[in-house]
């Protein structure tokens, strides 16, 4: 913990020097991204918290860090001997920022807080400023970056070569897709767009790379005019292929750190930005007459999947889960025969995936946590947290791949050995959520919001909950977290269309005891259609038995008996073919009616 407080001193004294009265460091990058390439993770540096999102706020005295209830156990361990206290979000008596900095800075005269213009969201930052005005007549500064002093072995930007992801995977070119986008644009009279979200970026041309770490996207900007498109990028990433295929689709090309000029050059009437996706610094460098101040068209287009893209995620699904079936056969004798921890084991399932056809990578750290560590949502195992296991009690295993034709994300919560009964009330409630959002019917364009309730009425009968959302959308070969849609408490708006994927990955987490999360992504599509409207259903991409042991059967309804007897005999028909004659007998086992 000392260079913590080694790195809090340097930054303090930059602050001094700048008559600033605060610092604050967010998660995000200049991209407003969920997952960031290493040259900004200012606020893990500065901090000393590793997920992936939070706030960092620092005084002259005091420092506080925000985050969700993913991260509240993991983050008060790694906060732990340091100046941060930590601050619980969405929790009753947890101050915001702008709360907490009114008080902090109450008696400090003409108090100025300094933050990062390029990596802060305009919207987060307008609303910033004006909640800090109000928490006292604190003003704020955009254009400092402390780091790029104090921080002296800073990654750099990264310069990692960008592919083309081939049309059979992307269904669509990008020709196509950038007419999509000008005809969306039209609808809200606007001239042009800027792009700043990387797998928006990545989707829209139809090409990937690897500059964040489990996330196939590059660093770049794309700027989408009536009659032009350029895109910003370190040209050196570019290969000669690239550059050509980017010329046949009418793309200029522009060094990354040239988008400033390319924005005070734009000479269209307006322009569309999203406040959520633009960083401050760029949406005050526009010139052009007007701001069209929308959500981006992109993310709504990108969720929607073709049907290439759909016959990719089925391809991938069916070789994530025979890896995941040699895997489960593998555990639990290697757990018996002792020597295998958390760490081990996640090596083991991403060695059985690495053997496949199309696998570039997982789609994020696997989170294998054996007992109490299970119950640390965000939980990633290290070498002096991880836990050896032993044949008893509950593992849970969140993990997932990057195929080049598809991205998996599932969870399975497997007994190890004897399990007791309250694990085994605990799972099955976590199922019984689960199975009753996979039998969901619901009219086009419900948002996930309505459908949320469906995954946790069985827990909230007995005041129980989790904190998480339910559902996701998974990308197609990348991000495994896509938008716009969510299942979860919090209003969502964004409505639910057939050709989406989405998670389903209830929970329960018993803190110092275990926690339960299973998970299938889905395909939402269509059902019936009468008098009153279309609509949807779900259906299972993910292809791996559920383990039944910790099962309370007589809990189960009998159409959630049904649907767990069904999905075992498709798992078994579809992946049987794909393994030997001892794999077979194992899953025939795993996936055998339950009564």
Not at 290 to 312: H, L, Q, Y
């Amino acid at each position: 913990m000392n260079n913590i407080n080694q790195r809090l001193a340097s930054l303090r004294e930059v602050m001094k020097r700048e008559h600033l009265a605060a610092f604050i460091f967010p998660s995000t990058d200049a991209h407003q991204s969920e997952y960031v390439a290493d040259h900004w993770l200012g606020r893990a540096w500065i901090s000393g918290f590793s997920g992936s999102a939070g706030t960092a706020v620092v005084t002259m005295t005091s420092a506080a860090l925000w985050t969700d209830s993913r991260y509240f156990l993991a983050a008060e361990e790694q906060l732990h001997g340091t100046e941060f206290q930590l601050m619980k979000l969405r929790i009753p008596g947890t101050p915001s920022i702008a709360e907490w900095l009114g008080k902090e800075l109450a008696d400090v005269a003409s108090p100025e807080v300094g933050l990062d213009g390029w990596v802060n969201s305009y919207a987060a930052t307008s609303s910033l400023i004006s909640d800090l005005r109000k928490a006292g007549g604190i003003t704020v500064r955009t254009n400092l970056d402390p780091l790029a002093e104090i921080w002296k072995d800073r990654p750099s930007i990264p310069e990692n070569p960008v592919e083309i992801q081939p049309l059979e995977y992307a269904g669509e070119d990008a020709t196509s897709k950038i007419q999509r986008i000008r005809k969306a644009l039209r609808t809200y009279h606007a001239d042009g767009i800027l792009v700043s979200a990387l797998d928006d970026i990545a989707w829209t041309l139809n090409l990937r790379g690897t500059d964040v770490h489990c996330n196939p996207v590059f660093v770049s900007y794309l700027l989408i005019a009536s009659d032009k498109v350029s895109l910003f990028v370190d040209e050196a990433k570019v290969s000669a292929e690239v550059r050509a295929y980017l010329e046949a689709h009418g793309v200029s090309l522009y060094n990354y750190n040239k988008v400033e000029d390319g924005l005070k050059e734009y000479s269209e009437y307006n322009i569309l930005l999203d406040g959520n996706e633009t960083s401050y610094y760029l949406w005050k460098t526009v010139k052009c007459q007007e701001i069209v101040a929308k959500t981006s068209p992109i993310p709504a287009m990108k969720a929607v999947k073709c049907e290439a893209e759909i016959a990719g995620y089925r391809r991938a699904m069916l070789r994530d889960g025979v890896a995941m079936v040699k895997f489960l056969k593998w555990l639990v004798p290697a757990v018996e025969a002792g020597g295998q921890t958390e760490m081990s084991i996640d090596r083991k399932l991403t060695s059985l995936r690495a053997e496949l056809d199309l696998f570039r990578d997982i789609s994020f750290d696997t989170i294998a946590g054996y007992q109490a560590h299970g119950a640390i949502v965000h939980y990633e195992a290290s070498p002096e947290t991880d836990a050896p296991l032993k044949p008893e009690g509950l593992l849970l295993l969140d993990s997932g791949a990057q195929y080049q034709d598809g991205t998996t994300d599932i969870t399975r919560t497997i007994a190890l050995g004897p399990v007791t009964e309250e694990m085994k009330h605990i799972y099955t409630l976590v199922l019984k959520g689960h199975i009753q959002l996979e039998l969901a019917k619901f009219p086009d364009g419900a948002s996930g919001t309505q459908l949320d309730a469906l995954a946790r009425e069985c827990m909230w009968r007995e005041g129980l909950n989790f904190l998480h959302g339910t559902g996701h959308g998974v990308g197609s070969y990348l991000n495994v977290h896509e938008g716009p849609h969510q299942v979860r408490m919090e209003y969502m708006p964004a409505p639910l269309r057939a050709g989406m994927t989405v998670t389903d990955e209830p929970g329960l987490y018993l803190a110092g005891k275990f926690g339960v999360r299973i998970e299938n992504t889905l395909l939402i599509k269509d059902y019936m259609e009468t008098e009153f409207g279309k609509f949807l259903q779900m259906e299972s991409l993910t292809l791996c038995p559920i383990d039944t042991a910790p099962i309370d059967v007589d809990m189960l309804l009998p159409e959630e008996l049904n649907w767990l007897n069904s999905y075992h005999a498709e798992v078994y028909a579809k992946l049987a073919p794909y393994l030997d004659e001892e794999e077979q007998i194992w899953l025939k086992n795993a996936t055998k009616p339950i009564k």
